[in-house]
């Protein structure tokens, strides 16, 4: 894991996410490091049911306990989860076991690859949760059910040492999530012991898969990678796995397949089948990486930016390499890419975002949610970082791309940039993370910290991007063709459906005539042409980074007339 990564935000996506595979959660080296920080700190089954899952706490605060509960037993037995008896069981479950007016149901696992639309399933889980959750609310818990409930988790803790702590910890950080979609709880120790893991790449095979009306597509092939040298191609269609029907592939038969680093898969290209073998390896991916690309007799410089690291010296390799571009080949524009980038570091952000801005321009406000006050946060002061080696350019043409995955200083620099209208930006709406998490000591023990949002992001049009996101100036699809299933993205508003609240709409972008006249003069059949004779090449066609390009030939163009 990387060291830079915010130790916050990655607790954060451990107990957001769904199981990835059947049996326990200890395979996985994330979830046996934090489960053996929780053992090491001595807070174990017997503290969880003295201090949370009590009747009086638990009648009180029944969804929280409820879910905590679910969320445990998930990390334990990924394949089971408890219902209350007035709940409707699915054909595919069946039930294993009487907890008083509760009861244990097993489910069998679903097929993984393609069963239906990733917005059909979050769709179909978020209508059953707020179901569940509106009979929850209406439930009143007994003793007798409360003993029962923690009698069977004793007895399925005790088949292994950390399946205690590891319930315990899922628990803990799923009952505080039901008020709060980004607070996380965790031992003091445990941010030195994830910072301590090697900075390693991640383990891959290069190809991204999607679901285009029922049909396993190859949408994108990463260069050089293993995929890429197995032959597989853009568009191609695959139907097996393993020598199994796509349709009946499980995550359990997916994981196996990770662990022996080696795969097989069925495609068809033009009407005739084909087998390819393709190895996993390990990939690591830097966190910024530079690209010349020439447009229409204009060259680009093609920035890819992954994370805003807390080490500031990427910030003056950013502008080194910037620099170095614009002088060896004449640079007319740059693209930003922060698609699927998180955010991190605030300092960094600020050192980026004076680059293009210059110094002490007003990035955001920090709102603090209890006190109201607001602190400007700005941009660099420019002698400090010229001294660094830091260089500004305020001129040079710029387009950002972004989408449901660009999150936190992802979004306000999006923002702040288009609305100094600095830069255009080009793809689809970010996640919607404008806000900021706090830590202070745990009321459960000493040796824990809580965190929780304490803050708000406002950007300088002041509205935040708090759950509503930033709307790109030209919002462009992933594909030229691509439907609303397959550009699906679970963002934060969908984080807790429970709690759906917004200070503000998101703001459209300004400009619009400005946007209306680019949009006339991008050559759409040009693109589309290209992105239908990339289909069976060994690289996809990037739509939104060709779509940048021609935003900023035309904005060029007609600034110079």
């Known amino acids: 894991m ?36 929780w053992r090491d700190n001595n807070y174990t089954l017997y503290n969880l049911w003295s201090d949370g899952f009590t009747l009086n706490n638990c009648q009180k ?22 219902v209350h008896k007035s709940e409707k069981i699915k054909a595919t479950e069946k039930i294993v076991s009487e907890l008083g007016a509760f009861q244990v149901v097993e489910f069998d696992e679903p097929a993984m690859l393609l069963n239906s639309s990733q917005k059909q399933i979050f769709e179909i889980s978020q209508r059953d949760e707020l179901t569940q959750i509106d009979l929850w609310k209406k439930i009143i818990l007994t003793q007798r059910d409360i003993d029962q409930i923690q009698n069977y ?63 396993l597509m190859v949408k994108a092939i990463t260069l050089d990678s293993p995929a890429f040298w197995a032959g597989v191609r853009y568009m191609d269609e695959v139907i097996a796995f393993n020598g199994q029907k796509i349709d009946k592939v499980t995550t359990s038969e997916f994981s196996r397949s990770i662990d022996a680093k080696i795969f097989a898969i069925d495609i068809l290209r033009a009407g005739e089948k084909q087998t390819l073998a393709i ?12 690209s010349l690309v020439q447009w229409r007799s204009r060259n680009i410089i093609r920035m890819k930016l992954r994370t805003f690291d807390a080490d500031l010296s990427l910030c003056t390799y950013i502008s080194k390499q910037i620099e170095v571009f614009k002088h060896r080949y004449s640079v007319q524009g740059i693209v930003l ?42 941009t660099w002061h420019q002698p400090i970082a010229e001294a660094s080696g830091i260089k500004v350019d305020q001129s040079i043409p710029l387009a950002i791309l972004i989408n449901g995955k660009s999150a936190s200083m992802s979004e306000a620099t999006a923002g702040a940039l288009r609305d100094y209208a600095r830069a255009w ?30 803050a708000l992001f406002y950007q300088p049009n002041q509205t935040t991007n708090e759950l509503v996101g ?28 429970e709690l759906p609240f917004k200070r503000n709409e998101a703001t459209l972008p300004p400009r619009q005539n400005r946007i209306a006249e680019i949009e006339r003069c991008v050559d759409k059949q040009d693109l589309i042409k290209r992105s239908e004779e990339a289909v069976g090449k060994s690289v996809a066609l990037d739509y939104q980074f060709f779509y940048a390009l021609e935003v900023l030939r035309c904005d060029t163009m007609s600034a110079s007339r």
């Open 279 to 290: 190895p996993l390896v390990e990939l690591s991916l830097k966190k910024a990486e530079f």
């Open 61 to 82: 605060n029944i969804v929280p306990c409820l879910k905590g509960i679910n969320a445990g037993l998930t990390s334990i037995d990924t394949n089971k989860k408890i």
């Open 2 to 37: 990387r060291k830079y990564v915010s130790i916050v935000f990655l607790l954060i996506s451990m107990f957001c996410v769904p199981p990835t595979q059947a049996g326990d959660l200890l395979g996985i080296p994330y979830f046996k490091i934090v489960a053996e920080a």
């Open 153 to 215: 988790i004793n007895t399925q803790a005790s088949k292994k040492e950390l399946y205690g702590p590891l319930f315990t910890s899922w628990f803990m950080n799923e009952y505080k999530r039901t008020s709060d979609p980004f607070a996380s709880i965790i031992p003091y120790d445990l941010a030195s012991r994830l910072a301590s893991l090697p900075d390693e790449g991640s383990v891959q095979a290069g190809l991204t898969l999607t679901n285009i009306n029922g049909r």
């Open 425 to 454: 930006s080009i793809g689809q709406r970010t996640f919607g993370k404008g806000s900021i998490n706090g830590g202070s000591p745990s009321s459960i023990s000493e040796k824990f910290l809580e965190y929780k949002t304490v």
């Open 470 to 497: 930033i709307i790109p100036d030209f919002t462009v699809p992933s594909r030229y063709k691509t439907t609303a299933d397959e550009d699906f993205v679970k963002r934060n508003e969908d984080l807790n459906p």
């Open 337 to 378: 890419d922060l698609r699927d980038n998180g955010g991190g570091s605030v300092y960094f952000g600020s050192c980026l975002n004076m680059i293009f801005l210059g110094g002490d321009k007003l990035l955001m406000n920090r709102v603090d949610l209890d006190t109201k006050q607001a602190t400007p946060i700005n």
